[in-house]
């Protein structure tokens, strides 16, 4: 059989009247989908390379390009999608594990979208953010049974919305640089990842979480000592009950210095911690950190959305967790076998209300902070999971997509045209850590603003009245069963 | 200076809160701690060049994230030794538990006779760092799984059965481990992993770390030296390679 040629996603089409054949997008494309032909003076197309990452359309000067599209056709078919057909094809040829990056593109039942915020009409003032005061502060921690009782430590953040862990490995230091400068700026936490923590970065340990994961890299006392607090990573909303691999070719000088393995070895993190097998287990290592950090510092666990999530969390906390943090199915990844990606786990708008509405029941809500994470896209996603139980989120896609993403979802190549989920020179000095810093503060601004706005038009005034206050919500267009899970009411029902 | 902690009766919070404040004291370079009985973290994170002579048994991880102080412990050890330790030295004049030497980075272990299952699990060395594990009676399944660098010896002094179990070196991609017998059987080992002949090189490694050991539990060296060795090793640093479709 003929080995097939690799079908185009993408259609890139340039206007050869614009065009002033400057070739910056024949340099500047790492997947070489432009080409310059010398001998006809023309710039050929190599569109089957194209991941539509959309640098060039914003590169090029006279704005020559667009890139659109292009599902590649097979008869129509209810069942068979274009993409099923073409990824066997792909499996065929190489007979390997397909791969992607970023969250979840599959098409699940988008919960947020299903649920309403409320407002005051009449019955109650609103309350108007510009001129009155609005508390958006969260504090992030155990806190005592007692009101008299001494306050754990605790980690305090200008607005509930952190950025998660994305280590350097998988996205650059300047994309890292970006993020840990915005968070330090604006008041709230940026996380390592487990890819250990920088020396140039060590300005904003103020405002890190440092992660301990399954390989352990780069975790050292001075590490731990370094952070805010630390968050052991059992698991990512992206690939639950996997490990992580950091291909050796991606381990570099600047890499094997920051995870401290020697260049060029694979960076194997294992799908377990092989130390926690369980419950007691984990409270050995939350209370190993404690011990060498002097309960100086929260101490959380980090696991994906599973089907037992509320159980597991609530043993999470009882074996002394500061904080938990879910992180649901449209949790983003650097790199994640696309069949775990899209299909285990599951949605965190149910996670975090079960997991909330259990450690109430339990009586135990009040000894860990609750982080929701995975796909926020809005500030409306942000308060409607505060309103569900969150104290806070963990946002990465969104914070990346401040950063220049484009979601081309081909981060495991190592070749992001943004500068992000690359480590080539050439291609991260695109990213400008002053710039990139700038405009995911500009997001951590934006969004606190709207999420003012919306506490205000309901007649609140402090974040912490809306944590798990579903009464602010209705669903709209949800079952039952669904309204129970989430402990919201449909619209249309009064208080 | 020396200074002698006595542990009985305190929960290990309350033990440990001792030993840190002792520590403050700048003159303090050996702690002797009597009666200890399972409190867990001693020397936790201790980043500091101190002696600590442990009498009794060593609750679980001691050591852990430890950076350069040394501890002898007379009596057996728990779980957990040296997991992600970044230097130092570990001398159980015992047994030891599971889990010895996780993701460890750098320092010596040392256990006169046996340790428990999945030990020395994603060891791996940096530059300077080189974790070594010495093991002088038999190691339970698991041993080796995900090494990434270092050394772990096992002598199996103490029997003559073969001191591993199963599934030794399984997904192993750097490092060595060294096995005291005359052959093992394949069917015992990691996918990853293959037997080769000694070295020069293999030797004076080994002389060197089982010449400490001996020194240590005042053994005879050549006797333990005398008689074969196997080595494993990772017959790919890319075990996981070429599992992706691009
Ligand atoms: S820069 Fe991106 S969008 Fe433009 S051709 Fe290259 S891969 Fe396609
Ligand atoms: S980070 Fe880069 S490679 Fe990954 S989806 Fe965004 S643009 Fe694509």
């Known amino acids: 059989m003929a080995k097939s040629k690799y079908k185009t996603d993408f259609r890139v089409i340039r206007d050869q009247e614009k065009c002033i054949k400057c070739q910056a997008c024949?340099?500047?494309?790492?997947?070489?989908?432009?080409?310059?032909?010398?001998?006809?003076?023309?710039?050929?197309?190599?569109?089957?390379?194209?991941?539509?990452?959309?640098?060039?359309?914003?590169?090029?000067?006279?704005?020559?390009?667009?890139?659109?599209?292009?599902?590649?056709?097979?008869?129509?078919?209810?069942?068979?999608?274009?993409?099923?057909?073409?990824?066997?094809?792909?499996?065929?040829?190489?007979?390997?594990?397909?791969l992607t990056g970023m969250g979840s593109d599959k098409k699940f039942k988008e919960y947020f979208d299903h649920i309403v915020l409320n407002a005051s009409q009449v019955t109650n003032p609103s309350i108007d953010p510009l001129r009155e005061p609005m508390e958006l502060r969260t504090f992030i921690g155990r806190k005592p049974d007692n009101i008299n009782d001494e306050l754990p430590p605790q980690l305090v953040l200008e607005t509930p919305i952190m950025f998660t862990a994305m280590s350097y490995g998988s996205i650059s230091l300047n994309a890292q640089k970006s993020l840990a400068k915005a968070a330090f700026e604006f008041g709230t936490m940026w996380n390592t990842g487990e890819g250990?923590?920088?020396?140039?970065?060590?300005?904003?340990?103020?405002?890190?979480?440092?992660?301990?994961?399954?390989?352990?890299?780069?975790?050292?006392?001075?590490?731990?000592?370094n952070a805010a607090a630390v968050e052991i990573k059992i698991g990512q909303g992206a690939k639950p009950g996997i490990g992580g691999h950091l291909p050796g070719e991606k381990?570099?000088?600047?890499?094997?210095?920051?995870?401290?393995?020697?260049?060029?070895?694979?960076?194997?993190?294992?799908?377990?911690?092989?130390?926690?097998?369980?419950?007691?287990?984990?409270?050995?290592?939350?209370?190993?950190?404690?011990?060498?950090?002097?309960?100086?510092?929260?101490?959380?666990?980090?696991?994906?959305?599973?089907?037992?999530?509320?159980?597991?969390?609530?043993?999470?906390?009882?074996?002394?967790a500061d904080f938990v943090v879910i992180d649901g199915i449209r949790g983003g990844t650097g790199a994640a076998p696309t069949v775990i990606r899209d299909n285990v786990g599951i949605p965190i708008e149910l996670a975090v209300a079960v997991v909330d509405q259990r450690l109430r029941e339990e009586g135990i809500r009040n000894q860990a902070s609750l982080i929701a994470s995975g796909g926020f896209r809005s500030s409306a996603d942000v308060i409607k999971a505060i309103a569900l139980g969150a104290d806070a989120v963990y946002i990465g896609t969104a914070a990346l997509i401040s950063l220049g993403c484009h979601l081309c979802q081909k981060c495991y190549t190592g070749k992001c045209n943004w500068g992000i989920a690359t480590q080539d020179p050439y291609l991260t000095k695109r990213l400008n850590p002053e710039i990139g810093a700038k405009r995911s503060y500009n997001l951590l601004r934006a969004w606190s603003l709207e999420i003012k706005e919306m506490l205000g038009g309901m007649g609140i005034n402090a974040i912490e009245s809306l944590r798990g206050n579903r009464e602010q919500l209705r669903g709209v267009g949800l079952t039952e069963i669904e309204l129970k899970l989430l402990g919201i009411k449909h619209a249309g029902e009064a208080w | 200076m020396k200074e002698i902690i006595n542990a009985e009766?305190?929960?290990?919070?309350?033990?440990?809160?001792?030993?840190?404040?002792?520590?403050?004291?700048?003159?303090?370079?050996?702690?002797?701690?009597e009666n200890v009985v399972g409190q867990r973290y001693i020397a936790a994170g201790l980043n500091k060049k101190v002696r600590f002579i442990i009498n009794g048994t060593a609750g679980n991880d001691l050591g852990i994230f430890m950076d350069g102080a040394e501890i002898f412990v007379n009596g057996n050890a728990q779980d957990g030794v040296g997991n992600t330790m970044n230097s130092g030295k570990i001398v159980v004049n015992g047994s030891a538990g599971d889990v010895i030497g996780y993701g460890m980075r750098g320092g010596c272990i040392y256990i006169k006779k046996d340790a428990g299952?999945?030990?020395?699990?994603?060891?791996?060395?940096?530059?300077?760092?080189?974790?070594?594990?010495?093991?002088?009676?038999?190691?339970?399944?698991?041993?080796?799984?995900?090494?990434?660098?270092?050394?772990?010896?096992?002598?199996?002094?103490?029997?003559?059965?073969?001191?591993?179990?199963?599934?030794?070196?399984?997904?192993?991609?750097?490092?060595?481990?060294?096995?005291?017998?005359?052959?093992?059987?394949?069917?015992?080992?990691?996918?990853?992993?293959?037997?080769?002949?000694?070295?020069?090189?293999?030797?004076?490694?080994?002389?060197?770390?089982?010449?400490?050991?001996?020194k240590y539990f005042s053994l005879e060296q050549k006797e333990i030296l005398n008689e074969n060795f196997i080595k494993l090793y990772p017959y790919s640093s890319r075990p996981y390679g070429r599992l992706y479709a691009y």
């Not at chain 1, 890190?208 to 000592?225: K, M, N, P, T």
Request: hydrophobic share 35%; charged share 25%.
């Open chain 1, 26 to 98: 024949v340099r500047m494309c790492s997947n070489d989908v432009h080409y310059y032909d010398p001998e006809t003076d023309s710039i050929i197309l190599q569109e089957e390379k194209c991941v539509g990452c959309h640098f060039c359309e914003d590169l090029c000067p006279t704005g020559a390009i667009t890139v659109k599209r292009e599902i590649p056709e097979i008869k129509f078919n209810q069942h068979w999608d274009s993409k099923d057909v073409y990824n066997i094809i792909k499996q065929a040829e190489t007979g390997g594990v397909l």
């Open chain 1, 196 to 225: 250990g923590l920088h020396q140039e970065l060590l300005p904003y340990a103020k405002n890190v979480i440092v992660q301990v994961a399954s390989g352990r890299f780069g975790v050292d006392i001075d590490y731990l000592e």
């Open chain 1, 251 to 320: 381990v570099d000088q600047e890499i094997s210095k920051t995870r401290r393995i020697p260049i060029g070895t694979d960076a194997l993190s294992p799908a377990p911690h092989h130390d926690i097998y369980s419950i007691e287990d984990l409270k050995q290592l939350i209370f190993a950190i404690k011990e060498a950090t002097r309960y100086k510092k929260p101490v959380g666990v980090k696991i994906a959305a599973v089907h037992n999530v509320a159980p597991i969390a609530s043993g999470i906390v009882r074996a002394g």
């Open chain 2, 9 to 33: 009766g305190l929960h290990y919070k309350e033990l440990n809160e001792k030993i840190h404040n002792t520590l403050l004291k700048d003159s303090v370079d050996e702690i002797v701690l």
């Open chain 2, 117 to 214: 299952y999945r030990v020395g699990i994603h060891m791996k060395s940096y530059k300077e760092n080189f974790p070594v594990i010495v093991i002088g009676g038999s190691a339970g399944d698991f041993l080796g799984e995900y090494m990434a660098g270092g050394v772990i010896i096992v002598l199996g002094l103490y029997s003559d059965k073969l001191p591993v179990g199963d599934f030794v070196g399984t997904g192993m991609h750097g490092g060595s481990i060294y096995i005291k017998r005359k052959n093992i059987d394949e069917r015992l080992l990691g996918k990853e992993v293959k037997t080769k002949d000694l070295s020069k090189e293999d030797m004076d490694l080994i002389s060197k770390y089982v010449g400490d050991f001996c």
